[in-house]
């Protein structure tokens, strides 16, 4: 598999706006799944790009950087946590920069996290919708964490299987012949 899978770059992009958070944590484990296949990774942290280049009242360097990397990934993961039943406005602002079909030809992981289960319809509703509206094929299984799934800001072990089940399914899209 090691001749199949090189070349492909996968990118994470974490939409959480605190440096510390359970979407960052799912993020990160996704990320070290895909690194366990053979899947080259890069972090894009929306937090720490400029906001007004983020906005697109400006250009700047990381920006022009981080959707550059977007746009040579295979493989997109997408982490957010749910803000008023949706995901984060950083990302938001940063798929806004991308084009109609800016996505197409990516698969994409969901990931999102909050406080409850009251807002697991929050991937269905608005995550995947927002993926797609750029082109991206979203993988069946979208994971979301509670604050009750986590231990010292770890994921508990179904989550884990949830993120491997979902990077499985990328990776198998990516180098489905069908698809490639």
Do not use: N
Not at 62 to 84: F, K, M
């Amino acid at each position: 598999m090691t001749d199949v899978v090189e070349g492909i770059a996968s990118v994470g992009i974490s939409g959480s706006p605190s440096p510390a958070s359970r979407s960052r944590a799912l993020l990160g484990a996704a990320l070290a799944a895909l690194e366990r296949r053979g899947i080259a990774t890069r972090e894009v942290d929306l937090a720490a790009l400029p906001a007004e280049a983020l906005l697109g009242r400006s250009t700047d360097e990381q920006v022009t950087d981080a959707l550059a990397a977007v746009r040579r990934a295979r493989i997109l993961v997408v982490s957010t946590p749910v803000y008023r039943a949706t995901y984060s406005g950083l990302l938001k602002v940063f798929f806004d920069l991308l084009p109609q079909d800016g996505l197409a030809g990516k698969i994409a992981v969901a990931i999102a996290t909050g406080a409850s289960l009251g807002h697991l319809l929050a991937v269905d509703h608005g995550l995947r919708p927002l993926l797609t509206s750029v082109g991206a094929l979203p993988v069946a299984t979208a994971v979301y964490g509670t604050d009750a799934q986590f231990r010292d800001g770890r994921p508990d072990p179904a989550l884990i299987e949830q993120i491997d089940r979902a990077v499985a399914e990328a990776l198998a899209l990516v180098i489905s012949p069908v698809l490639a």
